[in-house]
């Protein structure tokens, strides 16, 4: 549930406690693998791999983190897309300058904002809105971050065997010593590159969509500002007015009627307007609740 004034947490404290653990555990066994790589390629017993590669594989997952570490405060976008309207999106727990309510808000001094989907008065229309800033932006925007993190596992899995593979097609093709090694590195390092590519790209993908959802966040609670002000205004004026209609001439006589008046002054007869079925002849009107008490 969202925490008052704050941002939608979406989790319950067992869920928090076993991201953190499985976040640990990763850490735990990403430092352990690297301890093994860096010392098997010492030895020389690892094909594919060597400390440049390495370096770039290692800085793929800090990438990957952060890809991960955000993923679970946008995932109701997944449910929007097949069109289940539940949950909230959030980025940031504790905004100093919020608009909007403690449900759907945006900070103004920094891109943070929750927008929520099981608003009381607003949730259908919120997840509405949201759904047509992802129809109207690239879907790649919006893709799931696994698929970044499954072409980085693809291409680590790769490395064993990738080099191996490919550089005997070159070996025997007729070329230069400098076009050879060029083709000899470019292979040797193409999957490391290419995990590092992904793993930037899902994180540039996540600013990118945390400044739309942002600029939606900022539209609907305006929107949704302005619509309350409206139903206030609204409510108002309908408080002022009386619940019984009146007509501006007598049905009876067919004199003229003043509009405080709620009986002909001619020939007495009630102006009110007691049924709409038969349809009305002439105009007719409400008079203001100060009037009516009169």
Known sequence: MPADGGGYRGNDDSDELNAYRFYSSMIVLGLGLFGFLISACSNGNIPGFDYVSIGLFFISCFFYASVFNNSGRTAALKGLRKGSCSGAIWKGE?????VGNYQT?????ATQYCI?????????ENAEKVKETMDRTPKIIWMNQKIWAAGGIACFVSSFFFYELVIPFFENSVMTDE?????DNAVFYLPSVLALLFSVTGFILIKVRDNLLYKCASRIVNDNIAAEERMKTESIIASKLSKKWYYNRCPNCGAEASKALRSC????ASLEVMSF???ISGAIHRISSAEEDQ
């Open 277 to 279: 079925e038969d349809g």
């Open 94 to 98: 504790s905004p100093y300058f919020r």
């Open 179 to 183: 076009a050879f090694n060029f083709v």
């Open 105 to 109: 808000w945006y900070d103004t001094r």
């Open 116 to 124: 929520s989907f099981y608003e009381k008065n607003f949730g259908s």
């Open 265 to 268: 002054t001619h020939c007495g």
